[in-house]
């Protein structure tokens, strides 16, 4: 396994675990005990993770592993979830897309509708994700709106009061949220307070506000709230989502689809 393999799955036991032991962590990539410690020590300079004696440990509720360490995890689940948050934007509206994999997943999925590929233009996207316009500035039939910002490395977002500024310009048919967590009482969330504000934005500037969230991420709480639940007309998530938590969304009045 290369080192880039090796790392790219280290990141991602620590992220489904948590914590990550180096001897479990060797067993399971079949190398040295050794050449954890090396591959940990380099993450941790980078600030990918936390050593710890005998491993290391996520970051605080603050801390978000870069976009590319995370597309792998639920991917199935996040494209089905795509593809029905896609279905949901009609020809010719204006969409607001937050960052975020499953929102990037979104941003595919529209790509590939076969009634979008004409009209002038066939979708207006807003987004202050840089990835997401990369992706889709490429698609002639496509307006692409890139808020202004400060960069975060951690998700590719552009964030702060240059962001602020074009976001009160301009009205949504449909704004598409990706979080951290979702909960009936704390609302969505995400970990930081500056894309928890600009996501926030989103939502106050569209008619119709959906949730694209894997059922791993609700009945959860995170650091900075976007909006509470009775401000989500619609939550996207997958069928692994219990009866009990789709009905008490339903109680707040949010419409739950589960792909």
Known sequence: MSRDARWRT???L???RGRLEVEEAAVELAVSPATIRRDLDRLAEQQMLVRTRGGAVVHGVSYELPLRYKTARRASEKQRIAK?????????????????TTTTEVARALAVRGDLTSA???LTVVTN???IAGELAVRPQFKIVVTGGVARPQSYELVGPLADGVLGQITLDLAVLGVVAFDVTHGAAAHDEAEAAINRLLCERAQRVVVAADSSKL??????RICAAEAVDTLVTDTAVEPG???RFEEAGVRVVAV
């Open 10 to 12: 280290l990141l991602e």
């Open 14 to 16: 620590l992220v489904e």
């Open 84 to 100: 029905a948050v896609a279905d949901l934007v009609a020809p010719g509206e204006a969409v607001g897309l937050t960052g975020g």
């Open 120 to 122: 002038s233009p066939a």
């Open 129 to 131: 994700a840089l990835n």
């Open 219 to 224: 009945g959860r709480r995170a650091f900075a």
């Open 245 to 247: 938590t789709v009905r």
